[in-house]
C-alpha cells in the first residue's frame, strides 16, 4: 500500500489519462492539467494516425482492468496487405495464428479513456497552460500567457506526460547535466480518409493494416469501426515528390493518378482533406535523467517521442506505466527509489524502439515491395514455426511479448546477420523451405 | 562590397567580439548585447579554462588585421610534458620545428578583443539581456526578467554569438523541423592555479602544455605571463574518484597527495581554490539548422558547444568568421545565400571536430601515459618527417593546417587503421624506425 498523496498529471492524452487511473486506484488525489479544450467537446483535429494497440498496450489496459471497455472500439489486424503497382495486393501474416494489432481512433481512444478517468475519480483541469515547474517543490504554475501572472498549484509529486514538447522536461532541460535531443525526419504526414461503402461496410479488407510502399514515400490505412479507414500520406517535406512540390489541385490529382491509381478511385475527398489537412512534422526525441528526485517524473512521449512507423509510441508509452505500477508494488512510499528504478528500467527501452521505429520507415516504405523481403519473412515465419522456441521474429517480438525492446533490438541484429547470409544460399529461392535451409539456420544460431 | 546594414550581435564573448570587428570593418553598424558586465570591470570568474591558440584562430586574427596584438599576450607551446607517477616528465613535441600552440588567459584574451572592437567603433551594450528574437524581422527584445516588460530593437541581422546556452538558439528550438542535442560529460572541470616564483619565473616549464594523465582523470597546467600556470582538474561528478567524493579538506588532501604528488608542492592554495571555484560542466552541443532566412546566424559555441580537449573550441568559433567572411566577399549582399552557404559548409566540420574533441579525452587522460602510446607517436612523427607529402598526423592536421576537420577526422581514422597494424609487427619496439616499417606504411597508403 502506498500513503495517499497529491499528485498533478500535466497532459491528458493516452498516457497521462491511463496513469491517471493507476493512480486513483492507489488512492492518491490525481488532478490532470491540460492546455487544450476537453477533447470530448472539440472536433478532433485532423492530424492524427490511427494507432494500433498490440500486446504491450494491452497488458496496461488489463492491470487497470479498463481492456475490455477497450476492445469494443478496436479492429483486429492480423496482416499487412501490400499494394504494388500493377500487382494483386500481397497480404503477410503479422504472426501466428490469431495474432493481431487493433486499430484503434486516437481521439475516440482518447475520449474513452478520460470518461474512464473520471468514472475513478480523477479531476480534469481543462484549458490550463502550465507554463512552468519548481522541481524539488512539485510546483506548477498556470496562466493565460507565459507572460500573464501565473497561479502556483503546489503537489507532492508532478507528473510530465505532457508530449513530444513537454513544458515539464522543458524545465528539467534548463538544469545542468540534462542530456536531451530532438530530431525531425526529413519525411512528414498528412491525414486523408476512405470513407465507408454506402451499406457501412469497408471499401477494403477489414483486418488489414493497408500499405502502398513507394520506396521514400508510402500511403497506409487503418479500418475505423463506422466503415471508414483512417490513412496516411508519408512523404519527405522537400525534393521531387514532396509535400512541398504538391503545390496545387491538378499537382496533387497527378501525384495521387500515376503513384496510387488504385486508392485515387476511393478517396473522394481528396483534394479537399489534402489541402484542409496540415502538413505534421515527425521528431524523434531523447532525454536523460526523467526524474528529479521524488517529485517529478517524465513519460511517455514527453520522456521518448518515436516515429510511428512500428507502431509502438503508444504502446511504449503504456509500458512506462506497467513498469512504474511494478515498482509501486515493490518500493511502496519510497518514491525516490521508485523513480530511480524506473528511469533505469526504461531509458535503454525506449532508445532501442527509437531504433527500431526509425528504422522500420525503410522496412514499410521500401522493403516490403520487394519481392526478396517477401521470402525473407516467409523463410523466418517458416523456421519459426518448426523451431518456435529457437526463432521468434523481430516484429513479434517487438509487438506480441513481452521481452524488453533492447532485447529485442539485439535479438533482431543477430537474426538479421543470419538471414542475410541465408539469402546469400546459392539458390534460395527454389528451397527455401528445405531440410538444407534449416540446417544452414541450426548452425548459425549455434555460434 | 556590401550595404551597410544594422548588426545585432548577441554575446560579448570571443567569437561574438571578434565577428563584431569584422562587421564594422566592412562598414556595417555594429551593437553587441550581454547580459553579464563589462569583462574589463569585474573580476575573472574562477572557472575558465587557458585556450590555446593554433593555427585557424591566429588565421582568422591576421585576416582582421589584429593577430600582432594578441601575440603579445600569448606564450607558444610546442610540447606535451607528461607527467606519470613515479616517473621523468616526459615531452612530446606536438609538430614539426617551431609548430606550437599558444596558451592565452580566457579573460585577457576577452578583454583585449572588446577594446580592439570598441577602437574599431563597435558598440557594447553589457548587462542586457536578451530572452526572445523575432527570427524572420530580427527584433530582439531585452529586459530585466523574462517576466519583466521588454524592450524591442530592430535590426537588419541578428547574430546569436550567446555560448552554449543560446538564448537565440532556444528561439529556434521552437520552431519546427530543428534539430537539436546537449550532452553532458561524465567528467566535469575546476580551476586551479600555481602561483609563479618569488622571482617571476614560472615553476615548470613553460613553453609546454603539462599533463598528469590518471586513466579517467587528470590535470593539466597551461602558462601564463605573469610566471604562474592556469591548471584545470578533470575528474568524474560522481563515483569513487569524483567531485562528488572530495567533500572536505583532508579527502581534498589524501587525493592529491596519492595522484598528485609532484604538483601537490606547488599549489599553495589549493585548499582554499578546491573549495572557492566553483565545478563546472561539460557539455557538446549539436543543432541545424544554424541559420533562419537572411536574417538570423547562429556563430561559435551557440552552433557547435564541444568539449576541451582538443583546445579547438575557440579556434572552431573563429573559423566559422573566416569562413562567414570569405562567403561574404563572394556574395555580396546576397545573406540569404551567405547564411546557406555558411551553414552547410560549417556544419560538417563542427560535428567532426565535436567527435575529436570527445575522443581526445581518453588520449590525454589515459594513452598519453602509455609506453605503446608513446611509441605510436614516433612512429607518426619519423614516417611524417622522412615523407611528409604522404604522412601529416591527426593532431597537426586539426591543428597547424587549413583542412577541413571532417577531413582531419577522415585521415585519421584511416591513419589510425594502419597504426594499429604497424603496432602488431613483430619485434615493432626494437625496429620501429627501420626500412621494413616505412615500406610496410607505404603499401598500406596504397590500399
Redesign the interface.
Known amino acids: 500500500m502506498q500513503t495517499s498523496k497529491k499528485i498533478a498529471v500535466v497532459g491528458s492524452g493516452l498516457v497521462g489519462s491511463l496513469l491517471a487511473i493507476y493512480l486513483r486506484h492507489r488512492g492518491h488525489a490525481v488532478d490532470v492539467f491540460d492546455r487544450r479544450p476537453d477533447i470530448r467537446e472539440v472536433e478532433f483535429s485532423g492530424r492524427s494516425i490511427n494507432l494500433a494497440m498490440s500486446f504491450r498496450g494491452w497488458k496496461t489496459l488489463e492491470e487497470a482492468g479498463i481492456d475490455e471497455a477497450i476492445r469494443k472500439i478496436a479492429i483486429p489486424m492480423n496482416k499487412r496487405a501490400i499494394h504494388v503497382v500493377d500487382k494483386e495486393v500481397y497480404f503477410q501474416p503479422y504472426g501466428r495464428d490469431g495474432e493481431a494489432i487493433y486499430s484503434i481512433s486516437r481521439g475516440l481512444l482518447n475520449k474513452k479513456m478520460i470518461d474512464l478517468a473520471e468514472e475513478a475519480g480523477v479531476n480534469f483541469i481543462f484549458e490550463s497552460k502550465v507554463w512552468d515547474v519548481s522541481l524539488s517543490e512539485a510546483i506548477i504554475y498556470t496562466g493565460d500567457t507565459?507572460?500573464s501572472p501565473w497561479e502556483a498549484h503546489k503537489y507532492d509529486i508532478v507528473f510530465g506526460a505532457d508530449g513530444a514538447f513537454s513544458r515539464v522536461r522543458h524545465k528539467m532541460?534548463r538544469s545542468?547535466?540534462?542530456?536531451?535531443?530532438?530530431?525531425?525526419l526529413e519525411v512528414g504526414y498528412k491525414e486523408l480518409s476512405i470513407p465507408a461503402n454506402a451499406d457501412g461496410s469497408h471499401k477494403l479488407d477489414k483486418n488489414s493494416l493497408h500499405i502502398w510502399p513507394r520506396g521514400n514515400f508510402m500511403f497506409i490505412a487503418l479500418p475505423n469501426l463506422d466503415g471508414s479507414f483512417t490513412c496516411t500520406l508519408f512523404l519527405p517535406?522537400e525534393g521531387d515528390n514532396s509535400f512541398a512540390a504538391l503545390t496545387d489541385e491538378d499537382k496533387v490529382k497527378d501525384f495521387f493518378e500515376v503513384y496510387f491509381p488504385t486508392i485515387n478511385d476511393e478517396i473522394p475527398n481528396l483534394i479537399r482533406d489534402f489541402f484542409k489537412n496540415p502538413t505534421s512534422?515527425l521528431v524523434t526525441t531523447k532525454c536523460y535523467p526523467w526524474v528529479h528526485g521524488n517529485t517529478v517524473a517524465l513519460i511517455g512521449d514527453s520522456a521518448h517521442a518515436i516515429v510511428p512507423f512500428y507502431g509502438q509510441g503508444m504502446n511504449a508509452g503504456f509500458e512506462d506505466i506497467t513498469t512504474l505500477n511494478h515498482l509501486m508494488n515493490v518500493h511502496g512510499d519510497d518514491w525516490g527509489t521508485i523513480f530511480q528504478e524506473y528511469q533505469k528500467e526504461r531509458k535503454p527501452n525506449a532508445d532501442a524502439i527509437a531504433e527500431l521505429s526509425y528504422r522500420n520507415f525503410m522496412e514499410m516504405s521500401s522493403k516490403t515491395a520487394s519481392v526478396d523481403f517477401q521470402l525473407r519473412k516467409k523463410i523466418e515465419a517458416w523456421f519459426s514455426s518448426k523451431h518456435p522456441e529457437l526463432w521468434l521474429p523481430l516484429y513479434s517480438r517487438v509487438t506480441f511479448s513481452n521481452d524488453s525492446y533492447a532485447e529485442a533490438l539485439a535479438m533482431g541484429d543477430m537474426q538479421a546477420a543470419i538471414m542475410d547470409k541465408v539469402m546469400q544460399l546459392e539458390g534460395i529461392h527454389m528451397d527455401w523451405n528445405s531440410e538444407r535451409v534449416e540446417s544452414f539456420i541450426i548452425e548459425e544460431l549455434k555460434k
Not at 545542468?176 to 525531425?184: A, D, K, T
Open positions: 507565459e507572460k532541460q545542468s547535466m540534462f542530456n536531451y535531443s530532438q530530431e525531425f517535406h512534422a
